[in-house]
């Protein structure tokens, strides 16, 4: 069985930083692509940033520039760093993974991460 843990949230004001952490653990072949996603209370879900296998990136444009996404391919990790905070980035942040595992080729996700920007 294949997990996500998803750390690191929290509350921050407007301009600060946080730095999410999600590790996949289990019968873990290759995993081909991880990303974060978001979700505001009243909103959809949204992807925000995800990297490839190869360690291309892709962002929301209302991330860019103030959002990294890297991995750590050793620890099965990807990490979302969050600089320039905005309360407009307020959501339940989920990790993804793209993973080939001993039961095949799936989408899995984390349990979700509250990241709250307010003064």
């Known amino acids: 069985q294949v997990q996500l843990v998803e750390s690191g949230g929290g509350l921050v004001q407007p301009g600060g930083s946080l730095r999410l952490s999600c590790a996949a653990a289990g019968s873990i072949f290759s995993i081909y692509i991880m990303g974060w996603y978001r979700q505001a209370p009243g909103k959809q879900r949204e992807l925000v940033a995800v990297i490839s296998r190869g360690g291309s990136t892709n962002y929301v444009d209302s991330v860019k520039g103030r959002f990294t996404i890297s991995r750590d391919y050793d620890k099965n990790t990807v990490y979302l760093q969050m600089n320039s905070l905005k309360p407009e980035d307020t959501a339940v942040y989920y990790c993804?993974?793209?993973?080939?595992?001993?039961?095949?080729?799936?989408?899995?996700w984390g349990q979700g991460t509250q990241v709250t920007v307010s003064s």
């Open positions: 993804h993974a793209g993973i080939y595992a001993s039961m095949g080729v799936g989408d899995y």
